[in-house]
């Protein structure tokens, strides 16, 4: 056999045998493994190194969150040491209660209003001991030391943030609020008074110089029985006007004027001229009484004369004597609620009127351009004709004279029945 063919034959023979097989199958297996091996090693040192990367990430999310948190645990101890420090000098008092009624806090300005040691008490127990209600107290409650207090409260509930529960109550001291309070009330009530008795012999001070010149007369012996009882009347009718004049005064202050008297306007227009006779004499005034229209009102007489005549007596005065004026009684429909209309007063003069700047204020109280004036005068008037439902209204042009015109409404029978 030749070479060839002996290597061929061994060749052939390899190629037929078991194990070689065996050997050749398991280094692809081998290699297969280490291929898989190497492939999940690159994958997991992928996933390392994610892995890594999150958390560093998360670490540093962390860190910041931390630090946020650290900050704003900073801030809130800042505040709450700001909010301790102001509630340490805060004039008022503070006082927190749990929900059992307990006092777990109260700055010193409460227990300078209470009392000391306030922690740890129950509440009504201190409401006992340190209060002392009056009948004058109003909204605030005096203590047994003598201090006026006013109490707030406010619940601390869930809905507000606090889980705990319980009351928040703010004491504030108002002993020298109300002590100046009633000094100025005490004051402006005493200025007030003095312009009162002011504004009172302003309104008297007419009657009163009628009733002594008839108090003159009745003096004089040669004054025979007819005359004599003409001055007795007359001065009884000024004293009678004073009185008025006072009672007037007294429903001004006091804010109320009844109205029961249902009379017509020729009838109140005599009764100002009756009250007006002595000023107009004595002054050497005249007056053109003029009634357009007799209709009936519901008023109260004396209080309607009375607020005439102020108006009556400023004409007379701006001029001092020889004054010209005008009453004029009229039906007119310048009040458009009142379907039976009104009647309109207007009394004018030919005085020196009153400056722009000046009639827009006029109607206010203690508002007067006379030196020995009160400035009661329209103020009185205003009320009246407010308290008979009318309106009140002033004319005027520097050196034309000043025209009052006063509207009262006429009495509607239909809806206003006369008892």
């Known amino acids: ?34 291929a898989f091996f190497n492939e999940t090693s690159e994958q997991l040192t992928r996933s390392y190194h994610l892995l890594e990367q999150k958390v560093a990430q998360l670490n540093g999310e962390l860190q910041r969150v931390s630090a946020e948190k650290d900050q704003e645990q900073s801030g809130r101890e800042q505040l709450a040491n700001r909010m301790q420090a102001l509630l340490e ?42 209060f002392a209600p009056k009948n004058d107290d109003g909204l605030e409650v005096s203590t047994k030391s003598g201090r006026r207090i ?8 869930g809905s ?5 529960g319980g009351q928040l109550i703010l004491l504030t001291d108002l002993t020298e609020t109300r002590r100046l309070q009633q000094h100025l009330s005490r004051s402006e009530r005493l200025s007030a008074m003095g312009k009162m008795v002011s504004a009172l012999a302003h309104q008297v001070r007419t009657p009163l110089s009628a009733a002594m010149l008839y108090a003159e007369h009745l003096c004089h012996n040669n004054l025979d029985s007819s005359r004599r009882d003409e001055f007795s009347q007359k001065l009884y009718g000024r004293l009678q006007h004073m009185e008025r004049q006072v009672r007037d005064m007294l429903l001004f202050v006091k804010s109320e004027l009844p109205l029961n008297e249902l009379i017509s306007s020729k009838d109140l227009l005599q009764g100002i001229q009756a009250a007006a006779e002595m ?73 020196p009127g009153i400056a722009a700047d000046l009639l827009n204020h006029a109607k206010d109280i203690f508002v007067t351009t006379k030196s020995q004036g009160t400035g009661l005068g329209l103020s009185v008037v205003q009320s009246v004709v407010r308290a008979h439902g009318g309106t009140f209204n002033l ?10 015109l006063l509207q009262i409404p006429i009495y509607d029978a239909a809806h206003q029945p006369l008892s």
Request: proline residues 3%; charged residues 20%; glycine residues 6%.
């Open 1 to 34: 056999m030749s070479g060839e063919a002996s290597l061929n034959a061994i060749v052939a023979a390899q190629e037929n045998d078991p194990l070689l097989d065996i050997f050749t199958n398991k280094q692809d297996s081998l290699a297969a493994a280490f």
């Open 89 to 130: 000098v805060l004039p008022a008092g503070v006082i927190v209660l749990d929900t059992r009624g307990f006092i777990v806090d109260a700055n010193p300005a409460a227990e300078t209003l209470l009392a000391k040691d306030l922690v740890g008490r129950v509440w009504r127990d201190v409401i006992a001991e340190s």
């Open 150 to 157: 006013s109490v707030a409260t406010s619940s601390l509930d």
């Open 160 to 164: 507000r943030g606090n889980r705990s």
């Open 279 to 351: 000023p107009l004499s004595t002054s050497h005034s005249t007056c053109n009484w003029q009634l357009h229209s007799d209709v009936l009102i519901k008023c109260n007489r004396e209080a309607l004369i009375s607020a005439i005549m102020n108006l009556i007596n400023n004409s007379i005065q701006a001029v001092s004597e020889n004054a010209e004026i005008s009453v004029q009684m009229r039906r007119g429909y310048e009040l458009p609620e009142k379907a039976t209309g009104n009647l309109c007063i207007e009394i004018s003069d030919k005085g």
């Open 395 to 404: 004319y005027s042009e520097p050196g034309e004279g000043v025209t009052a």
